[in-house]
């Protein structure tokens, strides 16, 4: 192709551009409500036109447009749409796990409550006193009438039935 032939198709191609890129874009606007989207989608269009300046042809450039920016619209809805199923898959899968999780937490606090009320006394009423109603050890050795010291005995010796009902090993001094 010569120079004058490239000069000619290089300003056609930016009258085209200048006439014609709201057009496409509020045609990609019609069918994609995503303003950004539709700008990126013209603009691929004409680039993927400018690329092939050489067979420019301003008889037909609106045609050959208006379906490019078409197919670009439906190309990018069908994506869209396969992502949101990605997501929805995904999110559903984490709604599942996390509720398989609470209840097997759920199940584990029912089990623990339960041997927590299996436990004799004062041990009982010691483990509940601290870890459900939060009280500290001098508190507890006030009202079951042991010293801090005996209300520690209790509570390693209610966290070991706990532990041995769910086969967990514990090392003193976390090793």
Not at 2 to 16: A, D, G, P, S, V
Request: overall charge negative.
């Amino acid at each position: 192709m010569n120079r004058e032939t490239t000069e000619y198709l290089h300003k056609e191609f930016e009258k085209f551009y200048k006439e014609n890129f709201s057009r496409f874009y509020y045609y990609a606007l019609s069918l994609i409500p995503q303003e950004e989207i539709c700008k990126d989608v013209v603009s691929d269009s004409f680039h993927y036109l400018w690329e092939r300046i050489d067979s420019f042809q301003p008889q037909t450039a609106r045609t050959y447009m208006y379906t490019h920016v078409h197919h670009l619209c439906i190309d990018h809805l069908r994506h869209a749409q396969i992502e949101e199923k990605h997501a929805e898959s995904y999110l559903n899968m984490l709604l599942e796990w996390n509720d398989e999780e609470h209840q097997e937490s759920e199940e584990r606090i029912a089990t623990i409550m339960r041997l927590i009320d299996e436990m004799q006394e004062p041990t009982h009423t010691i483990m509940e006193q601290c870890y459900l109603y939060k009280k500290k050890y001098r508190e507890v050795s006030t009202m079951v009438g042991l010293s801090e010291s005996g209300v520690r005995k209790h509570i390693m010796k209610g966290l070991e039935k706990i532990r041995a009902h769910f086969n967990v090993k514990y090392k003193k001094g976390g090793n």
